[in-house]
């Protein structure tokens, strides 16, 4: 059965080719092919799955390879590989799938383009299973820009809407400028070990780690870099700004001139500290970097993180499975695949890490205070995400992938559900919800165990997944810090989620959710199943009788590593944590005890900067978008006015004027000489024509003077 | 003495002197007589010039088939031919034109 692995990504892409070319005639019933496509994969994943665990696995991992192209020297090879990490994503990604097209018959319908949607559904689908399997890099970046371009299909799917089209163009070129990483990344490690196949790779990486690489002037670079950012954040605060009265950098100064000299400000004061000097790393290190850019970009990691809240303009199906269970794990996945290049070089380790941490608690703060029920789940993707980078980072490889997987679980759950809600109620803004609990019960309930599963309630499968995460980050060689950024954020989810839940289901019926309905079963269903699995899902990583671990372990891929003891306190603290925000939630937003109104003069500030992004979109549009559309108008006028202005019509207007005295040259010259001709025989014929006197004696005469002269020619000679 | 020979009196020259003479006499006069029966007449003097010059050389060469006289013969016969018909076209160009002067039957010139 571990042979016909290939299957899995093939049968979902014949069923997009199918839906693509037969939809007019299928119909609804499209949605049915591309489910019978997804079960199928699903059943063979199983099959894999079970031959995996019970047969195969003591011998190593299973890979399977085949010429795929010819270079100079030898042959690329294209494969898929089966071990305990593929299965694991396997089966996230074929459960979440089935769950979300189950979903997107009831979500979707009456859709003008219903059969379209589950196309582009199994193409995506076809495309991340593709990643999950694949053993070569070139397949792997391949997949990728698939799984990218079926996201930008799906985010655009309503492209009358031109928010949604500027959203997924957006999604597109964010998660590009990551590609390029991922991409210089591969050539480095093609480069350096002359092959693209991960167990070759991963069996020269040791070398590569002693290969030292000295990157110079890295200070001024990034000194550079922040100075630029700090300008377009200084203008972009300005703009919005103007000169409000207690904010930062107000009064008196023009918006430029302030903009700049806060750029020349952080700029020098970066420069002074990181100085010109270069850094000296490993080769290995620069390519797992190099490797992580991408998935900074693909996982929605600070600073590329800017394209997911705005993703939510896709419709909610594209949003559970795409950009909350799968395509955004993916980031995360490439990591874990590529970990023997991250782990033979720590220091790469601890900037996954530290990037993870950050974005966490960045992104958990902006979700406190949003007011769309996508955005917030959008932002509590972006910190769920950074949780399973640090959970790699520090050496969690196993709590990293297994927070992935009951993420999946709980974040489509509630995805679902709010699109559940929005479908019911009509609006997505939570201030004009309330009281859905009793009118939605299905929806609510389920929604309220994958936000306990999210919190990390204990007994959910989200507690296990971030106490072992917890776990990892207190055991780290680097200092507790990560693991005190960990207990934060899982504070702040709990704070923000509870917020979202009171806001949404409690409370009393605001606007339109007086009139609020539940969903239809087809709708409800999938919500279930979800629920379920976000609790007993955790339980295969029960601490103790760790069957997760087991098998996602980093022993499984040939390196050291240790498997923390449960520690009660640890699991204690993570409680702790969700249930103070928790409370903290309960007392602000359902029982307003705490009235936050009289916290807001000193606290506006925060809540604005949050509820602005920190104007990262502003820093980017003015640093890198109009930059980038005044260079477009250049570069249209340059094509207008001078390639074809000057050079095409040029050469037009030049082969004009020169066809003008060719046809000059034509009339007098060429017709002249046959003129020529032509008159010289009409000159000939007038003056010759004399000789036809009419007159027989005179031809007579004529013809006997020649005679003669021929007589003497013959005679004379 | 072989058959046709003459006795070797005159030099043969002076028989083709005389068809010479007959012969340029009969050319001025085609080309110069304006009535179209002289130029007629003198072609026929052209004709039986060039018959005297070949019966001469048949006099005066040692050739047994008497090919010069034969000649003669077909040239009497062509020129009794040619005449008919120059008299036939002279007829009717005077039907036409009423005279046969040459030089004004000039309706085919330029």
Known sequence: ?717 | MPPGQLPATAPVQWYLIVSAALFCIGLFGMMTRRNAIAMLMSIELMLNAANINLVAFSGYLASRTLAGQIFALFVIAIAAAEAAVGLAIVINVYRTLRHVNADEVNLMKW
């Not at chain 1, 053993?135 to 985010?155: A, D, Q, R």
């Not at chain 1, 000194?223 to 930062?248: E, N, Q, T």
């Not at chain 1, 709590?399 to 997987?405: E, I, K, P, T, W």
């Open chain 1, 1 to 717: 059965m571990i042979q016909l692995a290939w299957l899995i990504p093939t049968i979902p892409l014949v069923a997009f080719v199918a839906i693509i070319f037969l939809g007019p005639r299928l119909r609804g019933n499209a949605a049915y092919v591309a489910i019978g496509a997804i079960c199928a994969s699903f059943l063979i994943s199983t099959g894999v799955g079970w031959e995996w665990f019970f047969v195969r696995h003591a011998e190593g991992a299973a890979a399977f390879l085949a010429p795929w192209a010819p270079t100079g020297v030898d042959w690329i090879r294209m494969g898929f590989t089966v071990d305990s990490l593929t299965v694991m994503m396997l089966f996230v990604v074929t459960v979440v799938s089935m769950m979300v097209e189950i979903y997107s018959i009831g979500y979707m319908h009456g859709d003008e383009r219903y059969a379209r949607f589950f196309a582009y559904l199994s193409l995506f689908t076809a495309a991340m299973l593709s990643l999950v399997i694949a053993n070569t890099l070139l397949l792997m970046y391949i997949s990728w820009e698939l799984v990218g371009l079926t996201s930008y299909l799906l985010i655009g799917f309503w492209f009358q809407k031109p928010e949604a089209m500027r959203a997924a163009k957006k999604a597109f070129l964010v998660t590009r400028v990551g590609d390029i990483g991922f991409f210089l990344g591969l050539l480095t490690l093609y480069l350096n070990t002359g092959s693209l196949e991960l167990p070759s790779i991963f069996a020269q990486v040791g070398r590569l780690a002693q290969h030292p690489v000295s990157v110079p002037a890295v200070g001024l670079i990034l000194s550079v870099i922040l100075g630029i950012g700090a300008y377009g954040f200084a203008a972009a605060i300005l703009k919005r700004v103007g000169r409000r009265p207690g904010m930062i950098l107000a009064g008196g100064l023009s918006r430029t001139a302030g903009a700049i000299v806060a750029g020349l400000v952080v700029f020098g004061i970066a420069f002074a500290l990181l100085g010109v000097g270069g850094v000296t790393i490993s080769l290995a290190a620069v390519a797992a970097l190099l490797v992580f850019w991408g998935a900074v970009g693909k996982s929605a990691q600070f600073p590329l993180h800017v394209w997911l809240p705005d993703a939510m303009e896709g419709p909610t199906p594209v949003s559970a499975l795409i950009h909350a269970a799968t395509m955004v794990a993916a980031g995360v996945y490439l990591v874990a695949r590529m970990y023997p290049v991250f782990h033979a070089d720590t220091r790469a380790l601890t900037v996954v890490a530290g990037v993870g941490a950050f974005t966490a608690i960045f992104a958990a703060t902006m979700g406190i205070v949003m007011n769309d029920i996508k955005r917030v789940l959008a932002y509590s993707t972006i910190s769920q995400l950074g949780y399973m980078m640090m959970g790699l980072g520090v050496g969690g490889y196993a709590a990293g992938m297994f927070h992935l997987m009951t993420h999946a679980c709980f974040k489509a759950n509630l995805f679902l559900g709010s699109g559940s809600v929005v479908h019911g109620t009509g609006t997505q803004d939570i201030r004009q919800m309330g009281g859905l609990a009793k009118k939605m019960p299905y929806t609510f309930w389920t929604f309220v165990i994958a936000t306990a599963a999210l919190a990390g309630v204990p007994f959910t499968a989200g507690f296990f997944s971030k106490d072992e995460i917890l776990l990892s980050a207190y055991h780290w060689s680097g200092g507790r810090i990560i693991f005190y950024a960990g207990l934060f954020g899982a504070f702040l989810t709990a704070l923000y989620m509870t917020r979202l839940v009171v806001l949404t289901f409690l409370g009393k019926p605001r606007g339109p959710s007086v009139h609020a309905h539940e969903s239809w079963k087809v709708m409800t269903v999938p919500l279930v199943v979800l629920a379920v699995l976000s609790i007993l899902g955790g339980y295969v990583g029960f601490p103790g009788h760790n069957v997760f671990g087991h098998y996602v372990s980093l022993e499984a891929i040939g390196l050291e590593g240790g498997e923390h003891a449960f520690s009660m306190a640890i699991a204690l603290a993570g409680s702790l944590a969700a249930l103070l925000g928790i409370g903290l939630a309960s007392l602000i937003w359902w029982k307003p005890v705490l009235r936050i109104s009289s916290l807001a003069p000193a606290l506006g500030w925060a809540q604005t900067l949050a509820a602005n992004k920190y104007y990262m979109d502003d820093m980017y549009d003015i640093v890198v978008v109009r930059p980038l559309m005044v260079s477009t108008q250049a570069m249209f006028a340059f094509d207008r006015w001078v390639i074809d202005y000057l050079v095409v019509n040029g050469t037009g207007w030049i082969t004009v004027q020169l066809s003008a005295l060719w046809g000059l040259f034509d009339r007098y010259v060429v017709d002249g000489l046959v003129n020529l001709f032509g008159e010289g025989a009409k000159l000939g014929g007038r003056t010759l024509r004399y000789v036809q006197t009419g007159i027989v004696q005179q031809y007579a005469l004529i013809l006997i003077v020649c005679l003669v002269l021929i007589g003497w020619y013959f005679v004379l000679r």
